[in-house]
């Protein structure tokens, strides 16, 4: 995809953000934006704390979408995430892996 982006004009840059774009957009779609911020604590924690708390875990990924999928409480404080079960799969791991690149 890159290459044929690239024929197109389109610069490098351009081509990678278009997954963190569509991945926003996703966290807009399922309201994630209600408690969570990029970069700043609100109902829950922001995803740059997300990502720095789990860099170099390499089961991250997989515990962070099991989180999503059935909830969590107690890791970020006492209000609990409700289970977001209806968001199909794909989708949560692509939130999931946009998260874990936040900086």
């Known amino acids: 995809m890159k290459r044929a982006a690239l024929m197109f004009g389109l610069t490098a840059a351009a081509v990678a953000a278009v997954p963190a774009a569509a ?10 934006f209600a408690c969570h911020t990029t970069d700043k ?6 995803y740059k704390e997300v990502a720095a ?34 968001v199909p799969d794909a989708d ?7 998260i874990l690149s936040q900086k």
């Open 23 to 32: 991945n926003e957009e996703l966290a807009k779609k399922y309201a994630c």
């Open 41 to 46: 604590k609100m109902v829950g924690p922001a």
């Open 53 to 86: 708390k789990y860099r170099g875990d390499k089961d991250a990924a997989a515990k962070l979408a099991q989180k999503v999928k059935n909830g969590s409480q107690g890791v970020w404080g006492n209000v609990p995430m409700p289970p977001n079960s209806t």
């Open 92 to 98: 949560v791991n692509a939130l999931v892996k946009w």
